[in-house]
């Protein structure tokens, strides 16, 4: 169960749960982070990066945590890929993938110790040899992220490529070989970038030990791991190359996600951030601000983290459903959304649930116009009580078989793409 796969669908319980208590949507929040993002100059990918964006998009998350923390110098996600690699192709196809992996991953660690990046005492970014030389060896590592999260779209990186086609000439110094050169650069620019900008004032007044590198929620029943705490403060990177677009309802939703999740207050986050490694901009939000701005003004964060613990409790493994096995689930499911709803008491706006403002004339139904139009959006999506039934995940239809006595008339040609 991930908090991710779950935000992708609107039926979801988890979606259709944020969607809900997030009643201002992310609109607001959006503008604002409009307001704050101020750059002269935007990283455009090289012509080589191609499809590969997603790849450097991982490396230059990794690198600039190891920036702050070098505790865990290969992440969990890569060293998962590396195990399961073993099992990819032919027998002798994958124990070289997996060789190669754990090669990478011990050169990988060794270097990260070597320049010890976490040491204040230095810039964020190293030589520009060693720079380039630690980019390889994080994109590498990014494609065996790739197994770790979907083994269909690990088929199609260089690395499967390269190992499927020649597993007996397949090394770590040919796995080092195959990182475009656009693709290193497109990391070491990134990088420093992020040298010269806040980031880089946000690690000189931190220590590696207040900082953690993809935090993740131990207590909670769903997977989610964030790129970084600094302190309290919660930060997203991302490497868009339209930044303006970043702050999307999807990327809302999972920061408000991250900070949920952490129920027990681990990490005693108080303020939620945005790194755009592209233009070099960290947007950020202290907690209450960050929730008011996207309507959460119901219910205070502790009611909101156990509510959402109640919701993870209450689905089992299917908060990011998109089907379920059953009408009986389905129902329960909708029943339990319908008993964690806010209900709004006489006297008080339907949709943010704040006291109604006295009315000189007539009584007031909605606290300002911004609830009055909301309202409406909410009832088109089931989200409101009294609109439309809540639209959740139905039970997979099964296929139906031909009868025996079937006559096929006629064929369809499939083109492959």
């Given at each position: 169960m991930s908090l991710v796969?779950?935000?992708?669908?609107?039926?979801?319980?988890?979606?259709?749960?944020?969607?809900?208590?997030?009643?201002?949507?992310?609109?607001?929040?959006?503008?604002?982070?409009?307001?704050?993002?101020?750059?002269?100059?935007?990283?455009?990918?090289?012509?080589?990066?191609g499809t590969e964006a997603g790849t450097v998009g991982t490396a230059i998350d990794q690198r600039l945590r190891l920036a702050f923390t070098a505790a865990a110098p290969v992440d969990d996600a890569s060293l998962i890929g590396i195990a399961l690699s073993g099992g990819i192709g032919g027998r002798d196809t994958g124990l070289r993938m997996r060789t190669a992996g754990n090669e990478l991953a011990v050169r990988l660690t060794e270097t990260v110790r070597r320049l010890d990046l976490d040491n204040r005492n230095q810039p964020i970014d190293h030589g520009q040899d060693e720079e380039e030389d630690l980019a390889r060896m994080l994109i590498a590592a990014a494609w065996y992220q790739v197994l770790a999260r979907t083994s269909i779209g690990f088929a199609f990186t260089p690395l499967a490529k390269a190992a499927l086609e020649g597993p007996g000439a397949f090394t770590c110094t040919r796995l080092l070989e195959l990182p475009d050169r656009d693709l290193v650069a497109d990391v070491t620019n990134q990088l420093h970038a992020a040298a010269h900008g806040p980031l880089n004032a946000l690690r000189a007044r931190t220590r590696p030990e207040d900082c953690s590198a993809g935090p993740t929620f131990a207590s909670a029943q769903i997977s989610a791991d964030a790129d970084l705490v600094v302190g309290g403060l919660l930060i997203e990177f991302k490497s868009a190359r339209h930044p303006l677009k970043e702050m999307s309802q999807r990327t809302a939703w999972q920061l408000t996600g991250y900070l949920l999740l952490d129920a027990a207050d681990q990490?005693?986050?108080?303020?939620?951030?945005?790194?755009?490694?592209?233009?070099?901009?960290?947007?950020?939000?202290?907690?209450?601000?960050?929730?008011?701005?996207?309507?959460?003004?119901?219910?205070?964060?502790?009611?909101?983290?156990?509510?959402?613990?109640?919701?993870?409790?209450?689905?089992?493994?299917?908060?990011?459903?998109?089907?379920?096995?059953?009408?009986?689930?389905?129902?329960?499911?909708?029943?339990?959304?319908?008993?964690?709803?806010?209900?709004?008491?006489?006297?008080?706006?339907?949709?943010?649930?704040?006291?109604?403002?006295?009315?000189?004339?007539?009584?007031?139904?909605?606290?300002?116009?911004?609830?009055?139009?909301?309202?409406?959006?909410?009832?088109?999506?089931?989200?409101?009580p009294g609109g439309l039934r809540p639209l959740l995940p139905a039970p997979r239809k099964q296929r139906r078989d031909l009868p025996d006595d079937a006559e096929i008339v006629s064929l369809t040609t499939r083109i492959p793409r």
């Open positions: 796969d779950g935000l992708r669908s609107p039926h979801t319980p988890l979606r259709r749960f944020l969607d809900r208590e997030l009643s201002a949507g992310a609109k607001l929040l959006r503008d604002n982070y409009r307001t704050q993002h101020r750059a002269h100059h935007v990283l455009l990918p090289p012509p080589g990066v990490y005693r986050i108080d303020t939620v951030g945005l790194y755009l490694s592209r233009s070099g901009v960290l947007t950020s939000w202290p907690v209450n601000d960050f929730l008011a701005l996207l309507g959460a003004c119901r219910r205070d964060l502790t009611e909101l983290r156990g509510l959402f613990g109640e919701l993870l409790a209450g689905c089992p493994g299917q908060a990011d459903a998109r089907y379920f096995a059953t009408e009986e689930e389905t129902e329960r499911v909708r029943h339990l959304l319908e008993h964690l709803a806010p209900v709004a008491v006489p006297g008080c706006c339907p949709v943010c649930t704040q006291p109604l403002p006295e009315a000189t004339r007539r009584p007031r139904k909605f606290c300002t116009t911004w609830c009055s139009q909301r309202d409406k959006v909410l009832r088109r999506r089931g989200l409101m």
